[in-house]
């Protein structure tokens, strides 16, 4: 089968590899000319990833050569994203496109699959959503990894988990792609908060009610705008949330960390000198959640210390200034 992934960054690298593992024709498809020479002639990326058994992984930047595609696999920046698939969209016909993006668009404040649907005409039963706790860096050396496939058709899913699944990578199925998408999105910014606590020195017992009323915290605002509270407790919930705010290796965990020293944003992003989709998209949440007047404490919190440095003891105070309350709200 012929397969088209676009954007060769880390996570697409690594999809291009499973995919080509498993024996399907891959084309990554690049804006950058180096990066398209770099692949076919070395099999290998331009910053030095090398594809194995690559003879059926090639590259180009001619959105033509996508069209023989049956899925195609979308791992861009929440940013580019609109600009790429405007390039990549009015070209192709019945193939099915899958939302490997993690985040909201800046301006609009759409998940990718609502830019896709409502704006690029692609009808829901040819939109997948892939999230869950798929750190690159771990893929890239094999270990066992789950992964969600989320969508309307159930024909097409059942397929495209055949399509990527092999010994150490694991698709789950979900029909919630709005609950899927949007934990992918939000556990960025909590895990921004979870770096941030954890550099600040806290207990164990402190990170264990940080990490729970940060999963509330994003059940409830993604219930707000439609999604299945179910979800969360999946792998594309409670599985990517723990895995990304755990991880010293994850961009947005490195750039709660950099806040808690007291950096500014701009010095914290240039410290973590790599994409931090959370910042962008709590401040985007931060707006949709005051529109819909829903209280996110916590994501509060971390919009104040964007704006000046914290104490410790201040940063505490997201807990001890609370009324007492249910442990679980089943509802609302």
């Not at 992984?57 to 994203?81: C, G, P, Q, R």
Request: hydrophobic share 40%.
């Amino acid at each position: 089968m012929k397969i088209a992934v676009i954007g060769s960054g880390k996570f697409g690298r690594v999809l291009a590899q499973i995919l080509g593992e498993n024996g399907h024709e891959v084309i990554i498809y690049s804006r950058r000319q180096t990066e398209v020479n770099s692949i076919n002639k070395d099999k290998k990326s331009s910053s030095g990833f090398k594809f194995n058994n690559a003879s059926n992984i090639w590259a180009t930047n001619e959105v033509a050569d996508l069209s023989s595609a049956v899925y195609i696999l979308i791992s861009v920046s929440s940013k580019d994203f609109r600009e790429v698939m405007g390039s990549v969209v009015p070209g192709m016909s019945s193939q099915v496109f899958v939302s490997c993006v993690k985040g909201f668009e800046e301006s609009t404040g759409k998940l990718m699959t609502e830019i896709l649907n409502s704006d690029f005409g692609i009808s829901e039963d040819r939109l997948v959503v892939l999230s869950g706790p798929n750190l690159s860096k771990e893929l890239s050396n094999f270990e066992l990894t789950g992964t969600v496939l989320a969508g309307k058709n159930n024909d097409i899913l059942q397929e495209l988990a055949e399509v990527l699944k092999n010994n150490y990578f694991i698709p789950y199925l979900n029909n919630d792609m709005n609950g899927v998408e949007m934990g992918g999105a939000l556990k960025n910014i909590y895990a921004i908060v979870s770096g941030y606590f954890h550099q600040k020195g806290v207990g164990e017992n402190t990170i264990g009610l940080l990490l729970t009323k940060c999963l509330e915290e994003m059940r409830l605002f993604s219930q707000a705008k439609g999604a299945n509270s179910s979800t969360f407790l999946g792998l594309s919930g409670v599985g990517d949330f723990f895995s990304t705010a755990l991880s010293k290796d994850s961009r947005n965990y490195r750039f709660g960390a950099s806040l808690a020293k007291d950096l500014s944003v701009e010095e914290a992003l240039k410290e973590v000198n790599d994409t931090v989709e959370g910042y962008q998209t709590s401040l985007i949440v931060f707006e949709e959640a005051q529109k819909v007047n829903l209280n996110l404490e916590i994501l509060n919190f971390l919009i104040s210390v964007y704006e000046s440095a914290k104490s410790l003891e201040e940063a505490k105070e997201i807990f001890r200034g609370k009324l007492i309350e249910e442990d679980i709200k089943l509802k609302g």
